[in-house]
């Protein structure tokens, strides 16, 4: 735990590796079948047309060339640049597996990556998939990220996850048993979701034992399926406040050795409807970081609530 009375990704890479490691994030040029007509063609409700990843590198380009053109960048920062190789947009589990073998390799390869990092869905880490993570995760640094977004499965078909939570247990007691790190998403405002939804979804978490976490906020794109949703349903969307406040009780209430990766989103400003306060990255962070500190509290502090 730091001085930031949480356990923030910074942190646990600081302890890890001796010093600030970045994250590049990389577009391997995957579908999902949640938009390819497999399990449906709409994707989940709050997709964007990136597939989730605004600011990953260009598909266009191989995974060499895209981490090639993010160290050029991370340089002007820092010169000592090793760096997490972030396979982010849509699912990086969903192809064929030589496929697979050769971007995660051909990352893996790189001088400067020293891990690599791998966001998909918990129904897509079986078979095939899960021993190639297996074998990857016993020579190199490695972390899976799975969706889960809410432990509600109700919510879950409104926003059309297109798997129950009973899929994400089993995926996570399957990462689990092979010691492969894992990162569970989590998304606060979704439709009907009452404060109690989000308490379920953090003791959920705690007790799969996540290895680390990611929350943000709901976006509401332009011209997306969801703005449609919220014109005709008019759900309640947090205002900075309400956010900031039911961030702190979540943190309040997560498991101390479960590392923070971010408690913001980022969404493209050109394309963002509601809420225009989360483009504010800084200023959302520096409030929770300010909270936490006048309320004098700290990640875990109300861990017996949750685990009620
Ligand atoms: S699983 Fe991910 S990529 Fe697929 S539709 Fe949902 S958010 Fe988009």
């Not at 971007?103 to 880490?125: N, Q, W």
């Not at 190199?140 to 409104?158: C, H, K």
Request: charged share 30%; glycine share 6%; with cysteine.
């Amino acid at each position: 735990m730091n001085n930031d009375r949480f356990y923030s990704l910074n942190n646990y890479l600081k302890e890890t590796f001796g010093k600030k490691v970045y994250k590049v994030s990389l577009d391997g040029g995957f579908t999902c079948p949640n938009r390819d007509g497999t399990i449906s063609s709409e994707g989940c409700i709050f997709c964007s047309d990136a597939g989730s990843g605004e600011f990953a590198g260009s598909r266009n380009k191989s995974i060499t060339e895209q981490i090639e053109e993010q160290l050029d960048f991370i340089k002007s920062k820092n010169n000592d640049n090793e760096v997490i190789a972030y396979f982010q947009n849509f699912t990086n589990t969903y192809a064929d597996i030589k496929y697979l073998r050769k971007i995660y390799f051909e990352a893996l390869s790189h001088e400067k990556v020293i891990g690599i990092a791998i966001a998909t869905r918990p129904d897509c880490v079986e078979g095939e998939v899960l021993e190639l993570l297996q074998e990857i995760n016993e020579k190199y640094f490695l972390w899976v990220e799975l969706g889960l977004q809410t432990s509600n499965d109700d919510i879950g078909r409104i926003i059309n996850r297109g798997y129950n939570t009973e899929k994400y247990i089993e995926t996570a007691n399957n990462l689990k048993r092979l010691n492969i790190k894992f990162v569970t998403h989590m998304i606060l405002s979704l439709p009907n979701e009452k404060k109690q939804d989000l308490y379920d979804t953090i003791k959920l978490i705690n007790q799969v034992q996540s290895w680390g976490i990611k929350i943000h906020m709901l976006y509401i794109l332009k011209n997306s399926k969801l703005e449609k949703y919220y014109n005709k349903e008019l759900f309640k969307i947090y205002s900075e406040e309400e956010y900031v406040e039911t961030v702190i009780e979540l943190i309040e209430r997560l498991d101390k050795n479960i590392v923070i990766h971010r408690l913001t989103g980022d969404p493209k400003k050109e394309e963002l409807l509601i809420p225009l306060w989360s483009l504010n990255k800084r200023k959302v962070l520096n409030s929770i970081h300010k909270n936490l500190k006048s309320k004098e509290t700290f990640q875990g502090a109300k861990i017996n609530e949750c685990n009620l």
